[in-house]
Every structure is written in structure tokens, then in C-alpha cells.
């Protein structure tokens, strides 16, 4: 998902990838199907519009040197950030926890954050 950065566009990156032989044909088609739902969630639209500032698998850098890692953040007009992280399997205690800490670390640089972590099995 990191790579589709239009909704408009994305049909060629999601051929790519359906024909792509290094990775299992099942899982190719269950990820191709996957990232076609989410791209038609209303929710998600600015994210993948082609208009907004969305910064993919861009490292946040922590006082103590080390960085972190969301898979999205949208850059809001209004100064916000929101960030949206893929996970797989269930939902665990430990997704939450590291979505806090990217809002965190995020609301310490000043910007009002928010966040949503999306599951690969979630199709709503």
C-alpha cells in the first residue's frame, strides 16, 4: 500500500503485483483483494487522493536517536497528523500500544494527531 500514492492510479501497481511470481498465488490474490477494498473506503480517501501530503513508511526520529515507522501519516492543511498503520492476524494489545506511541511522538513535534490501524482480514 505504501507504494499507491493515487486511487486512480493504483490499478497498474495491483497488476504488478498480481503477476508477480515470487510471492504465493494464493496470498497474491488475498493481499490484491484486500488492497482494492481498502481503497474504495470512504474513511481512507485522503490518504490514497492524490491531492494530500502523506508521508509513507517515513521514519519519525526519537530524542535517543532511534525512529519508528508508520506505514501512513497524512499531513492535514490544519496542522494535524493522522496515522494509519497495516497490521495482520488479530487485533493485540501491542498494535494499540505502538499507535500511541507514533500519535505520541507526533503530538510532541505539535501536531494534533489521531489514528486508525487497519487489519488485512478487516474489510469495513
Known sequence: MAKIQDRTKSESILQTWDHD?????GLRQKV?????SLLQRPDLEAFFDGHSTVLREHPVLLQDGSSLQPD???LGQDGSARV??????????EH????????DI??????PSSGSLVYTEDES
Do not use: H, M, N
Not at 498503520?85 to 493485540?92: C, E, I, L, Y
Not at 494499540?96 to 500519535?103: A, C, D
Open 21 to 25: 511470481e515470487t510471492v504465493a498465488p
Open 32 to 36: 490484491s483483494q484486500w488492497a482494492r
Open 72 to 74: 501512513l501519516i497524512l
Open 84 to 93: 494509519l498503520d497495516f497490521k495482520t492476524g488479530r487485533p493485540r494489545q
Open 96 to 103: 494499540r500500544e505502538q499507535l500511541e506511541q507514533y500519535l
Open 106 to 111: 507526533l503530538q510532541q513535534a505539535g501536531y
